[in-house]
Nanobody, 124 residues
Framework: VQLQASGGGLVQAGGSLRISCAASGRTFSTSMSWFRQAPGKDREYVAAISWNGWITKYADSVKGRFTISRDNTKNTVYLQMNSLKSEDTAVYYC???????????????????WGQGTQVTVSS
């Protein structure tokens, strides 16, 4: 599975942005997730979605503001980010796993495939 993240950019606080992750290769039955890494900090879990999109999970810090979704006809996962804050500034990474389970799987080691990051900068 190869992953390509895109859509990052500069946005003002309170604004919205949608980033995408296009998957290629053997993508059937993969769960997908987003992580982020701010300067000087460890990479942290943001959200995850099951293969069929029925189950989504979020970190408490983004719950109610971010929405993860997927379009399996396009092999693409999205992260809609609303009410952005300066603390959301980070490089955002998409990841995939052959294990189609998202509950309790919030560690980097839970995901076998990783894309390159896309920078999201929120100006205050």
């Amino acid at each position: 599975v190869q992953l390509q993240a895109s859509g990052g950019g500069l946005v003002q606080a309170g604004g919205s942005l949608r980033i995408s992750c296009a998957a290629s290769g053997r993508t059937f039955s993969t769960s997908m997730s987003w992580f982020r890494q701010a300067p000087g900090k460890d990479r942290e879990y943001v959200a995850a979605i099951s293969w069929n999109g029925w189950i989504t999970k979020y970190a408490d810090s983004v719950k109610g503001r971010f929405t993860i979704s997927r379009d399996n006809t396009k092999n693409t996962v999205y992260l809609q980010m609303n009410s952005l804050k300066s603390e959301d500034t980070a490089v955002y990474y998409c990841a995939a796993s052959r294990v189609n389970q998202v509950s309790g799987r919030t560690r980097e080691s839970d995901y076998e495939y990783w894309g390159q990051g896309t920078q999201v900068t929120v100006s205050s």
